[in-house]
């Protein structure tokens, strides 16, 4: 068993890592980037981008997840603290699915839904939105994943 929870401990942790190396870049790079243009380049850049990183970013997260769930169920030596880490990484996990499900994809779905051309008025208001939302979801990830590895390390 002490196997079983070593290979879900490593599936958790580089999951987590793959997300929230993904958000960071996002948050650090990708964002202030896109800032830097007009509306109308800017919300072409979003519709090029935004569901690219969903074909890997989604699964990880919910790989992270599962693995974090079956590592309480599996573990044997169940500490405290170890446990009270490896909760709150899951809460973290869970805050950066409410985040993206809940008001950035959302987000993304009014900017896809645009003919070609077409800018909203308003769109430089909703990137404002959902860069405070990646935020908090960025946020979600990184204590993710330190509470993951955190958790790991005192096993």
């Given at each position: 068993?002490?196997?079983?929870?070593?290979?879900?401990?490593?599936?958790?942790?580089?999951?987590?890592a793959i997300t929230s190396g993904g958000?960071?870049?996002?948050?650090?790079?990708?964002?202030?980037?896109?800032?830097?243009?007009?509306?109308?380049?800017?919300?072409?850049?979003?519709?090029?981008?935004?569901?690219?990183?969903?074909?890997?970013?989604?699964?990880?997260?919910?790989?992270?997840?599962?693995?974090?769930?079956?590592?309480?169920?599996?573990?044997?030596?169940?500490?405290?603290?170890?446990?009270?880490?490896?909760?709150?990484?899951?809460?973290?996990?869970?805050?950066?699915?409410?985040?993206?499900?809940?008001?950035?994809?959302?987000?993304?779905?009014?900017?896809?839904?645009?003919?070609?051309?077409?800018?909203?008025?308003?769109?430089?208001?909703?990137?404002?939105?959902?860069?405070?939302?990646?935020?908090?979801?960025?946020?979600?990830?990184?204590?993710a994943l330190g509470c993951y590895i955190?958790?790991?390390?005192?096993?």
């Amino acid at each position: 068993m002490n196997n079983v929870v070593n290979i879900l401990r490593f599936i958790n942790i580089f999951c987590a890592a793959i997300t929230s190396g993904g958000l960071v870049m996002v948050l650090m790079g990708v964002y202030p980037a896109m800032r830097a243009f007009e509306p109308n380049f800017t919300a072409r850049i979003h519709k090029a981008i935004d569901l690219l990183p969903d074909a890997y970013m989604r699964p990880s997260t919910i790989s992270s997840g599962v693995a974090a769930l079956l590592i309480l169920v599996f573990l044997r030596d169940r500490t405290l603290f170890v446990m009270t880490f490896t909760v709150i990484g899951l809460v973290g996990t869970l805050g950066i699915i409410i985040t993206s499900e809940f008001f950035n994809v959302r987000i993304n779905s009014v900017v896809h839904g645009w003919k070609d051309n077409y800018v909203a008025p308003e769109y430089p208001q909703m990137l404002d939105t959902w860069h405070r939302f990646h935020i908090v979801r960025t946020s979600s990830s990184v204590l993710a994943l330190g509470c993951y590895i955190i958790a790991s390390l005192a096993h």
